[in-house]
């Protein structure tokens, strides 16, 4: 049985906690909130607000510089995610683990011009460790073999309805 989007969202952030993230920066959208509830649901997690993207990343980064942990941050689908693009680069060249969570549209709306589509994975291309591309079929995550010298990007890919179950404590 597939799991839901907000077992999904809850997972990954299980996950970030569990690789020593300790700051959420949001930049709430319509395909993005299964993140957003959960992490409001969870008060005990550290959670910022920003509108703009690129405004976000380059604050994460400052906190990463500060802070000596990963910071993460969360966009919409679309050209949201390419927002982030100049953090990403900064991030490499400062050696600082940004972690760019991006929400997409269902994998088999890639190709077909559905708005809000764009090709998310690999949008980093070699400013980033790794890429990520994960949906409720293919959930395994695990952040454990990386180096944490770069930004790695998260897309995760959300179906309708958004919010689809029970928000879990974290």
Partial sequence: MDMKNVELAA??????????VEEFIVCAGARNSPFVYV????????????????????????????????????TTSGTAVAELVPAAVEGTYSSLPLVMITADRPKQYRGTG????????????????VT?????????????????????HINVCFDEPLIDGEIPKI
């Fill in 39 to 74: 992490l409001d649901e969870n008060p005990h997690l550290k959670v910022l607000s920003f509108f703009d993207e690129r405004s976000a990343s380059f604050f994460a980064l400052g906190r990463i510089a500060s802070l000596r942990r990963p910071v993460a941050v969360f």
């Fill in 11 to 20: 997972q990954i952030i299980q996950e970030l906690v569990n690789a020593g």
């Fill in 114 to 129: 559905a708005p809000q589509a764009i090709e998310q994975v690999g949008l980093f291309s070699y400013y980033t460790e």
């Fill in 132 to 152: 990520l591309d994960i949906d409720t079929e293919n959930s395994h995550l695990s952040l454990k073999s990386l180096s944490w010298k770069k930004p790695i």
